[in-house]
């Protein structure tokens, strides 16, 4: 999960690939039905071989069909543009297909070598870097059945996209990234593969906040836009978080209403356009949103309760089920990080959909009902 999520306090308006991302044709409902929608976040690159087979056995305990997996560009290549190691990704993406999980890869995160400042969060000073690692990456797992890869991850906030210059996202500069990443990734292989956007982070409305650190999805995404992001982009990347709110609370702040309702004026005119409707403008109707990271805490703050947090999952994967335009979902995350705590529980530790303990919360039941 990652940190910046700030939910307007404003009244709720309560209303209304298998293995490849590929675009749907017209129709009532996702082409991912049931289970094949389902993911999670939650195999860890950095775990040791046995912690992740332990990880996918719980995945797919699930009944999810999908898992989320990251790449870090820093930890493959931190000893320079000609070093590799890809052992921890490996055995990431062995444990996934083991239990004949598909794989979303998230690659993200750059090396000192490729960067002018000491946070792996600044973009690399060279896009065609990005885009030779990105290649090397689907040349290696595209052979073992991974077709599906995210470029990057929330570029729309500071703690993920600090531009060297200003520390603050650039939308120009991500799309420069697309750019370069996008033609060599498919070039790497001989397979069909489905290139994600990067998953925008909520922010409010639109717009950015004050300082500059956070932009708005919605202002984002129709910015990347302008900019000529579309031809590099399979699919759009989305991060629905609501909590404490619910995905069926329809307001111009929830994230997962801004993926498809345009906000209206009283004489009926948008004030705040959808992203559906950003890329139908755009000429991408037929592209998916792939929901890459989506969920509640059940500590800190915001959270919810871990009852709560089940009915948020129940309508997630009901409305998911109803959209032509979704591709899967990816729940963040599979386990909590640490013990609860009454004592300034941190939020980030308590999204997964099992304790630390491993004993399941209610939300567990919500996905293996999934059929």
Do not use: C
Request: zero cysteines; charged letters at 15%; aromatic letters at 10%.
């Amino acid at each position: 999960m990652q940190v910046g999520r700030r939910v307007a306090q404003i009244l709720l308006v309560v209303a209304t690939v298998i293995a490849t991302l590929s675009v749907p044709t017209a129709s009532a409902a996702s082409p991912y039905v049931g289970r094949q929608g389902i993911g999670l976040n939650g195999i860890d690159f950095r775990s040791s071989w046995s912690a992740q087979q332990a990880q996918a056995t719980r995945v797919a305990g699930t009944g999810a069909k999908w898992v989320r997996i990251e790449i870090d560009w820093w930890y493959v290549q931190d000893g320079g543009p000609t070093a590799y190691n890809w052992s921890g990704p490996d055995g990431a993406v062995a444990a996934a297909k083991a239990k004949s999980l598909n794989v979303l890869l998230l690659i993200q995160k750059t090396p000192p070598w490729a960067r002018t400042t000491s946070d792996g969060s600044t973009p690399p000073t060279n896009p065609d870097d990005y885009a030779t690692f990105a290649a090397k990456v689907v040349s290696r797992y595209a052979p073992q059945g991974v077709r599906s890869f995210e470029v990057w991850n929330e570029p729309n906030l500071w703690m993920f996209w600090a531009d060297p210059v200003t520390g603050k996202p650039n939308v120009q500069g991500y799309v420069d990234l697309l750019k370069a990443a996008y033609p060599k990734m498919k070039a790497a292989t001989t397979s069909t593969i489905s290139i994600v956007a990067a998953g925008l982070s909520p922010y409010g409305t639109t717009g950015q906040s004050p300082e500059g650190h956070a932009v708005s999805p919605i202002t984002y995404l129709d910015q990347m836009y302008d900019l000529g992001a579309g031809p590099y982009v399979d699919a759009v990347g989305w991060h629905p978080y609501t909590a404490p709110a619910l995905p069926n609370d329809t307001a111009d702040w929830n994230a997962w209403s801004q993926m498809s309702v345009d906000f209206t004026n009283p004489d009926g005119t948008i004030y705040q356009k959808s992203a559906r409707t950003i890329m139908t403008e755009n000429g991408d109707a037929g592209k998916l949103i792939v929901m890459t990271e989506a969920g509640a805490a059940t500590a800190g703050d915001p959270s919810v309760s871990e009852q709560v947090q089940a009915t948020a999952y129940r309508q997630a994967v009901d409305n998911r089920l109803s959209y032509s335009w979704a591709g899967p979902i990816f729940f963040y995350e599979t386990t909590d990080r640490a013990a609860m705590t009454a004592v300034n529980p941190d939020k980030e530790n308590y999204f997964g959909v099992y304790r630390s303990n491993g004993v399941a919360k209610p939300a567990v039941t919500v996905l293996k009902s999934v059929r």
